[in-house]
């Protein structure tokens, strides 16, 4: 590297005519020889693997070039200083987890991930790299970058109880991700609207509790309703596919049952888990249902215990989302068996009946080896003891936990719920709310109102993509971009390094890569 004499300040780059430099999220450190030029990428140049635990990396450069540049390149073992693209992984004896360097030069591209992660993300430096237009050679800028991740947990979430998705579109969600250089997905499997995962031992589940038999047309409460039987399920082969598809993207896939509410597709399929045996109904409309598990009924706990010894083998990951969000009490509150379970565990309200609920269901899944993660209402009547909060409601429920000396996944109604408005007027049916771009750029995931010394306890955030107004893909990829785009960088970059001006002189060449990537994004975000 002495040959180089670094500009270490990303603003020179149109002064030096790099202006087409341009990556989200923003790197830690970005430096620009005085001398400019350019590393061509051919069908002819090679992938040399310096590690063969790095082979996903280069699969996924070549998936890449292939899909959107129409060629791929040889992969071969490592070959010393040999002209090509060089993928290395050489952690130090304490490596940051996703960091990496990516440095090119007229000779060679050479990524070196401190863990098998960075390599990874190494590579999606290097697509934000390429020209946003097809060619037989792609030019990358001489370049040193130097990167790694400020969260441990950088998060989507899919919603696919009320609307289902194919596997396709799933995947390519996940591409999505990877692409923004994020790591978790969590897969909402479980609501009123429909059960989308199949369960061997129940099979009523997927049978009849992922059917519904119409659905609201328009705003809730509707004007009408179109009457057309509507659902699907993903089989256990598929959720392992696609779980596996996640995994070779360094993508943690966090599974959600939900309990004890938002449960109607459940008890329509097994009546007797419900306090008033039913008859129930997947619901058609959307919204939250007084019909929930009964807490006083322990074959409920042995129907979920079962339902995990299905789901939990299906997903390596350690957290298992369990929900615990709008659980209305009507229902135990009226019901024998609930009261009777208050009374012998000398419970002083239906909140604590809850947290008893939440945290007898914690007991088994750390058995397993597992962690529960619930939204914040799992505070409400005592936290369980193992448990990871998602602060949806605000801040309140992530400092509370935090200060409990819980992790905390934040992921606040304010600025990151995918499924508000991105403008005013509203350009298409939305659940409501307001979350312009800006507003999720200029997100801060540790809290002012938290004690610094409990800020190790926040993991990161997510976006979250409730789907109720979501029926198509294209609709999904429309709420999406570009605020995914902003949350990575605020859950990647230094807090620091963000800059709401230069975000958007960036975007307009990821705005590119988006219609490269024929992506349905919004074209008039605010």
Not at 271 to 277: A, F, K, S
């Amino acid at each position: 590297m002495n040959h180089f004499w670094f500009i270490a300040c990303i603003q020179v780059m149109a002064a030096c005519g790099l202006a087409q430099v341009s990556i989200i999220p923003q790197p830690v450190e970005v430096k620009m020889p005085e001398s400019a030029g350019n590393f061509s990428i051919t069908s002819k140049t090679s992938i040399y693997l310096e590690d063969a635990r790095l082979a996903p990396s280069a699969a996924f450069l070549n998936d890449y070039l292939k899909q959107f540049y129409g060629f791929t390149l040889p992969v071969k073992k490592k070959s010393g200083t040999a002209p090509g693209i060089h993928l290395r992984y050489q952690p130090p004896a304490s490596p940051k987890v996703g960091a990496y360097t990516l440095q090119v030069d007229a000779k060679s591209i050479v990524i070196n991930g401190e863990t098998e992660q960075g390599a990874f993300y190494g590579i999606q430096t290097l697509i934000q790299l390429l020209p946003t237009a097809k060619s037989p050679a792609l030019s990358i800028p001489y370049i040193l970058i130097n990167d790694y991740p400020r969260f441990p947990y950088r998060g989507m979430h899919l919603d696919v109880g009320r609307h289902f998705f194919p596997v396709a579109f799933v995947k390519k969600y996940i591409d999505y991700i990877a692409l923004h250089k994020m790591n978790y997905i969590h897969w909402h499997l479980t609501e009123d609207q429909g059960w989308r995962i199949e369960i061997k031992k129940y099979p009523l589940l997927t049978q009849v509790g992922a059917w519904r038999n119409g659905t609201i047309i328009g705003h809730h409460p509707g004007t009408a309703n179109d009457n057309i039987r509507y659902g699907g399920f993903y089989t256990q082969k598929e959720v392992k596919e696609i779980v596996d598809y996640a995994a070779k993207r360094y993508i943690t896939v966090v599974p959600e049952i939900e309990m004890p509410g938002h449960s109607s597709a459940a008890l329509t399929a097994y009546p007797h888990l419900g306090c008033t045996g039913g008859p129930y109904k997947v619901q058609e409309t959307w919204g939250v249902f007084k019909d929930v598990y009964c807490a006083g009924n322990d074959s409920v706990f042995s129907f979920l215990q079962d339902v995990l010894d299905e789901v939990l083998p299906l997903f390596p990951s350690k957290y298992v989302h369990i929900g615990g969000d709008e659980c209305p009490k009507d229902s135990w509150k009226v019901c024998p068996k609930c009261q009777a379970r208050k009374a012998a565990h000398n419970l002083k309200d239906e909140h604590e009946l809850q947290s008893y609920f939440i945290q007898r269901m914690e007991k088994y899944i750390n058995s397993k080896g597992k962690i529960i993660i619930g939204w914040d209402e799992i505070l409400e009547g005592g936290l369980a003891p193992n448990a990871v909060v998602m602060s949806w409601r605000g801040e309140k429920g992530g400092i509370e936990a935090a200060n409990q000396g819980h992790d905390v996944i934040m992921t606040p109604v304010s600025h990151v719920y995918l499924d508000y408005a991105q403008a005013k007027p509203e350009d298409s049916l939305v659940i409501g709310g307001y979350t312009p771009l800006k507003k999720t750029y200029s997100y801060e995931p540790i809290p002012a109102g938290l004690d610094t010394s409990k800020s190790r306890h926040v993991l990161g955030a997510q976006g979250n993509v409730w789907t109720e107004y979501m029926r198509h893909p294209s609709k999904v990829e429309y709420m999406i971009f570009p605020r995914m785009s902003a949350l990575s960088e605020v859950l990647w970059s230094a807090r620091e390094a963000k800059n709401w001006e230069r975000f958007e002189g960036r975007l307009q060449k990821q705005i590119k890569r988006y219609e490269l990537w024929g992506v349905n994004y919004n074209k008039k975000f605010e």
